[in-house]
């Protein structure tokens, strides 16, 4: 009996090691060697200088990190928000969270053509500008002319889908919170931003860490929403590296890419494990 | 107070809008004809009913056949994802085993890894394997990215389940299998419903490896992606359509139990 | 203890095989895959499957793909030997990266020989070898439109059939001056065919060549001038235009440039609102590129003999002219066309003649021998394009960068020149 205790975890995740080593770790260690593949058949830095020297690299690497820095926080605070205001509603509770979650199922494909039909020239944006006189006639809002216009608008769209995953966390994370707490708050007196920095906010650390770490890392991996919205005009990581894999035909190349997302991924994490670590009690 | 009351229930319905309103402009394109698509201005609700785009989608040869395969790669992702995600959840749940920590670590990073690149090498393995460009490839991509979610989300849950439960069960002569089967399984089989739910959403809007993994043997998403820089604006809007009305249904049914499945991340 | 392992593996296997078997009943087609670089977009997609195939006896399931998907899936069948594509559809410069995976058609064509394909064009199809690599099938070209409203616009005494560059540049000012808008458009989106332009009009007419001249003072002062016609009349939103039927019909843009099959919906939707005309010319003279999409069979080819009385079927008369009237390609055999096409279609087929009987017509070829770094060599003309023309850049250093990526590829493919370039031996030189 002992001994079977012993093997029983061993053999309970074999399938799944067998499949995941196979079907993911390898491929991805495969990755190294094609980005470090040179054309003569060694190994070497070639595929990166060839990204380095590209005219769209550094483009595509500020356009990630800027929607990073534009998206995750917003959402942050905005989940922070939602979940509070949730907390006070007892009526329609559940419908009114079915409802906020539904982006959680949408693919950012779709995402991207909705907000697309929307914002665009004879989209319903500008319909509401012309019925408020803002505009006369179908102003082009999503052109390279107005970079920091096409920039807010795949911020929006993306904040819009993905802003149920952190909401989710946060609101799993606040219930977690005994209501003692808020209680004992009250009893002395706090006020509610006092009580939001000083009490929700620390005990919500844990799950803001994790929200923060899945977020950005999806945010990093942003793709059909920009590339839908932006066209070739907003070059992301993520779309470059569909570019020279699909496109160029150099796999070496978006090899690179994805490691250089790899790369802030890890940094990302990394850095918000040590920027908003707990002390290490809770299994 | 009830000033309160109506601050918040505003600030509610303000953010429901918010959701709403762009799915709902996709509902009403979806069904104002093609030369609502490009009408100026826009009229905001449906002035009369046209579902010519649709009939022209349909009519688009490969939409029906990549819809029926959608389903059934999603479906089978499911299979696999709860299959193989099962006994590895209930081995971290319940037992204490060397390399545990390696083993969760190892998962969680699975999620830092951009998925596009993994299409990559598995193009030229699965063409080795004869398996390229049929729904077997797509399924097992989307396996890989639907299993680490199914395990970490149902060791949560099993974890939930007080040990004491299976442990009782034992004392009275059940089998460690029967345990798990007559006394965790039922406790937790709406949320393994749910997490299946998640892994065949994923799978539904994955694009990128079925796009990459498929010719012929296309899932809707991959049909759209490479169809959708070509098409027509009214075309594309019919596609998120068929995409997007599937996964409000689907968020309802699993609504109850998307916190099990997102608050754990935590942990 | 053993039991329980047992139980635990059987149920899984039973489970597993259950699933096999659903999932074996979703594939079992037997037909000809007719796999193609053209005819992508779903509604010339959907005319080719309902209006010309639909017409041939046998059983056929068209799969049009991005070519370097394309290029990929070929190599890959090519390699492993489990070849599932019968026909493949491709222009010229596609069919050079996947040369050694295609069969000799010298059989098929002598079987059609009663077609009457044009000589010239049977030619290009041996691949610069000595047998028959593919078989042509259709051509197209890329040319001018306007809505009707646009022509009032027209500076003084310029012919529409016979605009050069400064002419169309003043016309987008006129109707920038009195529309307020830039309603020139061209289709510079992610999957837009604007390199064509760069490659096939720009180049030849500013600097008779594409390879040779690309960093030339005439590219210099080419680009110059693009870039102030660009920002003074050309529609901003052209950097999502992909198919420019679309914009035209809208209204966004009065004046367009695109590929004959992208606009011909435009044509014939309304064919009483729009006008067809050749490109513009330049010093050079009235550059201007001609494709021509051909038909091959894979080395083992599972239907070979059913793709072969395809290739028949699609170069007779009969589905020659259903292409030209449904999607816009236009026949490689030799007749007659006859008066009573769609309207649209005559607009666009009388422009297209027009353009190559111009007394000044410089016509281009296709980039070939670039095998699988096609891609990036029109990445280099758009590149060059987007940091000249949107990042303000300086000309001749950009030029000067870009011409060494291109010095690069053609090394690396040894692609010899083509026309308008003057031949090389060897790879294309940028001078």
């Not at chain 1, 939602?82 to 779709?110: Q, V």
């Not at chain 2, 193009?123 to 077997?136: A, K, P």
């Not at chain 2, 997490?195 to 010719?215: K, Q, Y």
């Amino acid at each position: 009996m002992k001994e079977l205790n012993k093997v029983m975890p061993y053999l309970l995740l074999a399938p799944s090691v067998v499949f995941l080593v196979f079907f993911f770790f390898s491929p991805f260690v495969e990755t190294f060697f094609i980005a470090f593949k040179n054309a003569e058949g060694g190994y070497g830095l070639h595929s990166f200088r060839k990204m380095y020297d590209d005219l769209n690299f550094f483009v595509a690497l500020k356009n990630t990190i800027f929607l990073l820095f534009a998206v995750v926080p917003l959402q942050l605070v905005l989940a922070v928000w939602m979940s509070l205001t949730l907390r006070k509603i007892k009526k329609f509770r559940g419908a009114i969270l079915y409802i906020w979650t539904i982006p959680l199922g949408i693919s950012d494909l779709a995402a991207g053509i909705i907000w697309l039909s929307i914002l665009t020239e004879r989209g319903y944006l500008n319909t509401i500008f012309l019925n408020l006189g803002f505009i006369e006639k179908p102003e082009l809002w999503l052109s390279y002319e107005h970079p920091l216009l096409l920039f807010a608008a795949v911020a929006i769209a993306e904040i819009w889908r993905s802003l149920a995953l952190v909401l989710l966390i946060i609101i799993a994370g606040l219930q977690l919170i005994p209501k003692e707490y808020d209680e004992a708050a009250d009893v002395f007196g706090a006020g509610a931003f006092r009580k939001l920095f000083r009490v929700t906010l620390p005990l919500l650390k844990p799950s803001i860490q994790s929200a923060l770490i899945l977020r950005s890392i999806l945010a990093l991996e942003v793709f059909a929403v920009a590339v839908a919205i932006g066209g070739t005009n907003l070059p992301v990581l993520a779309s470059e590296a569909y570019n020279w894999m699909a496109n160029y035909l150099d796999y070496g190349v978006a090899s690179a890419y994805a490691l250089v997302l790899l790369a802030l991924s890890i940094i990302s994490t990394l850095g918000y494990l040590f920027f908003l670590r707990t002390p290490a009690d809770a299994a | 107070m009830r000033k309160k009351a109506i601050l918040y229930y505003g600030l509610g319905i303000f953010f429901c809008l918010s959701v709403l309103l762009p799915i709902y402009f996709l509902i009403v394109l979806s069904v104002s004809g093609r030369d609502a698509v490009y009408a100026w201005p826009k009229i905001f609700y449906v002035a009369n009913l046209d579902w010519s785009m649709f009939r022209f989608f349909f009519e688009v040869e490969g939409v029906t056949r990549a819809m029926f395969n959608s389903v059934l790669v999603a479906s089978l992702t499911v299979v696999f994802a709860i299959g193989l995600g099962t006994p590895a959840a209930y081995a971290l749940a319940r037992y204490n085993f060397f390399g545990k920590n390696f083993y969760r670590i190892a998962i969680l990073f699975t999620r830092a890894f951009p998925v596009a690149i993994l299409a990559l090498p598995l193009t030229v393995r699965f063409i080795n394997l004869g398996i390229y460009d049929t729904i077997w490839a797509v399924v097992i991509v989307h396996t890989a990215l639907a299993l680490p979610f199914s395990i970490l989300i149902q060791s949560n849950l099993f974890q939930s389940v007080p040990k004491e439960l299976e442990e009782a069960a034992w004392l009275l002569g059940c089998t460690k299998l029967q345990a798990f089967f007559k006394i965790m399984l039922p406790i937790c089989m709406p949320s393994v419903a749910a997490t299946a739910i998640f892994a065949f959403i994923i799978s539904w809007n994955e694009v990128f490896a079925a796009a990459v993994l498929t010719v012929k043997n296309r899932t809707l998403t991959a049909f759209l992606i490479s169809q959708i820089s070509e098409s027509p604006l009214f075309f594309q809007i019919t596609g998120s359509f068929f995409l997007v009305i599937p996964t409000l249904f689907f968020i309802f049914i699993v609504r109850k139990y998307l916190f099990s499945l997102w608050g754990i991340t935590n942990k | 203890m053993k039991n329980l392992l047992l139980n635990i593996l059987s149920a899984k296997y039973f489970f597993l095989a259950m699933l096999m078997g659903l999932g074996l009943t979703a594939f079992s087609f037997a037909e000809v895959v007719f796999y193609s670089t053209q005819m992508r977009p779903v509604e010339e997609a959907k005319k080719i499957r309902e209006k010309v195939l639909a017409n041939f006896s046998g059983n056929v399931d068209f799969v049009p793909d991005e070519t370097p998907i394309w290029i990929t899936k070929i190599q890959a069948e090519n390699k492993t030997g489990k070849v599932t594509v019968s026909l493949l559809g491709g222009l010229h410069g596609d069919f050079s990266p996947v040369a050694s995976a295609l069969d000799n058609v010298d059989d098929v064509l002598g079987k059609i020989s009663g077609n009457n394909i044009v000589d010239t064009f049977v030619k290009t199809g041996k691949l610069g070898g000595n047998s028959q690599k593919y078989i042509p099938w259709a051509q197209a070209t890329y040319i001018m439109a306007a809505h009707k409203d646009a022509l009032a616009y027209l500076p003084k005494g310029a012919d529409v059939n016979a605009l050069s560059y400064n002419q169309l540049a003043q016309w987008g000012q006129n109707m920038e001056e009195a529309l307020g808008e830039r309603k020139i458009g061209f289709p510079a989106g992610p999957k837009g065919l604007m390199h064509r332009f760069f490659q096939g009009y720009l180049y030849p007419s500013f600097t008779d060549g594409v390879v040779r001249t690309f960093k030339s003072k005439n590219a210099e002062n080419m680009w110059a001038k693009f870039r102030r016609f660009w920002h003074q009349s050309v529609s901003p939103r052209s950097t999502s235009f992909n198919n420019m039927s679309e914009h035209l019909l809208s209204g966004e843009v009065l004046v367009a440039f695109d590929h004959t099959a992208r606009l011909i919906p435009a044509f014939n939707e309304r064919p009483n609102d729009f006008v067809a005309f050749p490109a513009p010319s330049a010093q050079y003279g009235r550059g201007f590129m001609a494709v021509i999409v051909g038909l091959a069979i894979p080395k083992g080819a599972p239907e070979r003999t059913e793709a072969s009385d395809l290739i028949r079927y699609l170069t007779s008369k009969e589905a020659q002219l259903t292409v030209l009237e449904e999607i816009g390609f236009f026949p490689i055999i030799d007749i007659e066309l006859p008066s009573n096409l769609p309207k649209g279609t005559q607009l666009a087929g009388d422009a297209v003649s027009l353009q190559s009987s111009s007394s000044d017509a410089l016509p281009a070829l296709l980039p070939s021998g670039l095998g699988t770094k096609g891609g990036e060599f029109s990445k280099v003309y758009k590149d060059t394009f987007e940091t000249i023309v949107f990042r303000n850049a300086n000309i001749s250093k950009v030029l000067e960068a870009q011409a060494k990526k291109l010095t690069a590829i053609m090394q690396e493919s040894g692609a010899s020149c083509w026309a308008p370039d003057a031949p090389s031996k060897g790879p294309c030189p940028v001078k």
